[in-house]
């Protein structure tokens, strides 16, 4: 599948934002999708990933209580709601899509978007 983000921004330390990934492909409602965050100099890490039916979801302890995944098969989207943003999560967000079982494993991911950039200022 072809994955596509949007939502990135430039915002407030404690502004929410929400980040969508749009899929363009047969059979998107199979994949299990997860964000991932690379920032500046870092390796790219696990945020949140959601399985194929949306009845399963996993978060980045660093996200815990303040990210929400989601998505709508009908309209092939996961979305990646965000509160309370703090400038430790500055980066670039990838979501990536896996026929197999979700994951936190990068690896596990064949499909990627090319990344949308979230700045949060202090």
């Known amino acids: 599948v072809q994955l596509e983000e949007s939502g990135g921004g430039l915002v407030r330390t404690g502004a929410p934002l929400r980040l969508s990934c749009a899929a363009a492909?047969?059979?998107?409602?199979?994949?299990?999708v997860a964000w991932f965050r690379q920032a500046p100099g870092k390796e790219r890490d696990f945020v949140a990933g959601i399985n194929w039916s949306g009845g399963n979801t996993l978060y980045a302890d660093s996200v815990k209580g303040r990210f929400t995944i989601s998505r709508d098969n009908a309209k092939n989207t996961v979305y990646l709601q965000m509160n309370n943003l703090k400038p430790e999560d500055t980066a670039v967000y990838y979501c990536?899509?896996?026929?197999?079982?979700?994951?936190?494993?990068?690896?596990?991911?064949?499909?990627w978007g090319q990344g949308t950039q979230v700045t949060v200022s202090s």
């Open positions: 492909g047969r059979a998107f409602s199979r994949y299990a």
């Open positions: 990536a899509a896996s026929i197999l079982d979700l994951t936190i494993v990068a690896s596990e991911y064949d499909d």
